[in-house]
């Protein structure tokens, strides 16, 4: 009978041994207390679980201990063209060759507030049945948010989670995201113009930083080129330059910018986009709280 009970506890402590195996191969979403649904398209369901995300750093600032590093699990459920699209920008064809068995993913994420960041530290992609398809450690590249980014909801969601807020969120979705600045017509009829993406815009110092969508159409309005400008904007000097940036014409495509040298250029007064510069000094003063948030500086 002492025999039969032996091999049965070791038999009990050996299943359990699986089970736990199996569990530490899972990501730690497989704990998470709820998904919130925060956004789907044709491509791709997004979610993040509130109770995951937690301050990692935080820094002294004006108002106090400041988080600087938040970190939080997001998952995506693909429709096929989403997992289609995400494996080849993944380079997994060789493990997942046919996109409709890739279901859904689950992401740790580290995002940074203060420099409007999400870089993703773990992934896990699985079939309908809950299967691991492939699984990474190795953490991606920073990604700067803004309004061409895919992580922009999972950005939002989480930051406001942490500052108990829906700032970001209701930024995002309002109508005047986009402040329109200054247009013109050229000698050929063509017309330029350019917005802002008030969502990014941020100050520092003297120096207004944020995303700029300008645009040129001709006198059809069909579109001839676009260049989305990431610009440092010296307010009191009334001076900017270009950060980064992407440029797309019919011939070209997208295609990044190149050789930018960091250069603060003067606007000239009493052009369209000097109005656009006014513009800026009043959207500065109308709406501090917001260009100063999460700030450290005093």
């Not at 398809?133 to 920073?142: E, I, Y």
Request: include cysteine.
């Amino acid at each position: 009978m002492m025999k039969i009970l032996v091999q049965k506890c070791l038999g009990l402590m050996l299943v359990l041994g699986v089970c736990l195996t199996a569990l530490s191969l899972q990501p730690a979403t497989a704990q998470a207390d709820g998904w919130y649904w925060l956004s789907s398209d044709s491509k791709y369901s997004k979610y993040y679980d509130p109770k995951s995300v937690y301050t990692a750093e935080s820094a002294k600032g004006p108002q106090g201990d400041t988080p600087i590093a938040l970190k939080a699990w997001t998952r995506t459920d693909y429709a096929y063209a989403g997992a289609r699209e995400t494996i080849a920008a993944y380079k997994l064809q060789n493990v997942i060759p046919d996109p409709g068995k890739f279901a859904y993913s689950y992401a740790k994420v580290l995002v940074s507030p203060q420099n409007r960041t999400l870089q993703y530290m773990e992934e896990a992609f699985y079939d309908k049945q809950g299967n691991r398809l492939w699984h990474t450690t190795a953490p991606g590249s920073v990604k700067e948010i803004n309004s061409q980014a895919f992580d922009e909801t999972f950005y939002t969601a989480i930051v406001d989670a942490a500052f108990n807020s829906n700032r970001e969120q209701e930024r995002a979705k309002s109508r005047d995201r986009w402040l329109s600045l200054w247009e013109q017509t050229t000698v050929d009829g063509n017309r330029i113009s350019m917005m802002t993406d008030t969502t990014t815009l941020r100050l520092r110092g003297d120096n207004l930083i944020g995303w700029f969508w300008q645009e040129t159409k001709d006198n059809n309005g069909a579109v001839l080129d676009i260049k989305f400008l990431k610009l440092a904007i010296n307010l009191p000097q009334g001076s900017e330059k270009v950060v980064s940036g992407r440029y797309w014409s019919q011939q070209t495509g997208w295609t990044t910018l190149r050789d930018i040298d960091g250069i603060y250029r003067a606007i000239r007064k009493n052009t369209p986009k000097y109005e656009g510069l006014e513009m800026l000094r009043i959207y500065v003063q109308d709406h501090r709280s917001w260009v100063q948030r999460y700030q450290l500086e005093k």
